[in-house]
């Protein structure tokens, strides 16, 4: 990631902060989420950030849908 997108991490692992628990493990942050987590903290973000921090969302789900599998021997 550019050094200027640095804020992004900030912003998903506080996002990540509040997000559900599903019985499968983390549920995705929504468009919802990072809307009202955008005007609870007047944070101004653009269309493309919002797709840049689901798509690190996805990345992020993705892997601990794995780790749960290799723990638990369902590969």
């Given at each position: 990631m550019q050094e200027d997108h640095g804020h992004l991490w900030d912003w998903f692992w506080d996002l990540s902060s509040s997000r559900s628990i599903g019985f499968n493990g983390p549920n995705p942050i929504?468009?919802?989420?990072?809307?009202?987590?955008?005007?609870?903290?007047?944070?101004?973000?653009?269309?493309?950030?919002?797709?840049?921090?689901?798509?690190?969302d996805a990345a992020y789900i993705s892997a601990v849908a794995e780790e749960h599998a290799t723990e638990t021997g369902k590969e």
């Open positions: 929504s468009v919802t989420d990072i809307a009202n987590w955008a005007a609870l903290t007047g944070t101004i973000v653009r269309r493309e950030e919002v797709g840049i921090i689901r798509a690190m």
